[in-house]
């Protein structure tokens, strides 16, 4: 499977028609976006964003981010082939999809902001659901406390503890996030693979060959 991973597109139009460009280009299995669809706007500001991926041949996964409206997730269902997986599982080509939007408690007082145990329930809600044959893939909008990919520029880790946990013990295989702009990278916890595919704004993302390994190749749009 070859996954086309984005995340924080900040309302950027340009940014959504070059990812559906390349995923089209280079015929990729899915497309995950890890949140921020929108840079605090509507719901239907983000539908209308969303909406340019349904035209691509593949299947789109996503979850909200904290600059997005909480609500995002319940609009999902009238575009076409794009899928919210907030607190759902999605098995896709025997592999399960896990989603967690939105972010923990920020100084900032974002629209879409969880409590750590808000966030250990959804995502127990989606795990209960996975199917128990197949890898686990979490798509998380803030990344796992206390890795590489979570790291400001001030060199403070502001991801999730419940995240964090809810790795520790669940192994993912892998796990794609975004919210930490600078923190674009690869790191592990234990043989789960973090991946932060970076900015989509600024034109990064990265390309996941999901095998019995997992291989990433950090590109472009």
Partial sequence: MIILATADFHGSEQAFRKTAFKATQI???LIVVCGDVTHFGSVQEAVNLLSILSYTPCPVLFVPGNCDPPNLADASPNIKSVKCIHRKCEH???VNFLGIGGSSPSPFNTPFELSEREMTHA?????NSCE???QIVLVSHDPPKGSRVDVTYGGEHVGSCSTRAFVERVKPKLVICGHIHE???VDSIGHTVVVNPGTAKHGQCSLINLNQRVEIQPSSL
């Fill in 27 to 29: 015929s990729v299995d």
């Fill in 92 to 94: 896709l080509m025997s």
């Fill in 123 to 127: 995502m127990e809600q989606g795990y």
């Fill in 132 to 134: 128990r044959q197949g």
């Fill in 183 to 185: 923190a674009v990278g």
